[in-house]
Nanobody, 121 residues
Framework: VQLQASGGGLVQAGDSLRLSCAAS????????LGWFRQAPGKEREFVAA????????YYQDSVKGRFTISRDNNNNTVYLQMDSLKPEDTAVYYC???????????????WGQGTQVTVSS
């Protein structure tokens, strides 16, 4: 397994969660990392991504100002801090790695397993 996500759970609206994704060194080195999510009955959608040096980030419009992506290259881990959670954030969240931050939404090389996030109203 090259990407291992964790940190999901059941929370109430307005609460916070932090997702983590541990990557193998081979996956992590020089790759952009990020998160997608898939809600029941919907297609998987992009959430956030960060370049391998951490200098560039992208977010889906609906999470801007509430979610923050970061990475720790020393520990081969990418994080998604989710604040002010809403019921519509309920989904399975997947971490992913791709070679190009600017094409991250459409060019993913590695997927991790999902972690469930459920936000109750």
């Amino acid at each position: 397994v090259q990407l291992q996500a964790s940190g999901g759970g059941l929370v109430q609206a307005g609460d916070s969660l932090r997702l983590s994704c541990a990557a193998s060194r081979r996956t992590f080195s020089s790759y952009a990392l990020g998160w997608f999510r898939q809600a029941p009955g919907k297609e998987r959608e992009f959430v956030a991504a960060i370049s391998w040096r951490g200098g560039t980030t992208y977010y889906q419009d609906s999470v801007k100002g509430r979610f923050t992506i970061s990475r720790d290259n020393n520990n081969n881990t990418v994080y998604l801090q989710m604040d002010s959670l809403k019921p519509e954030d309920t989904a399975v969240y997947y971490c992913a790695a791709g070679p190009n931050i600017h094409q991250f939404k459409t060019h993913i090389r590695y997927w991790g397993q999902g972690t469930q996030v459920t936000v109750s109203s």
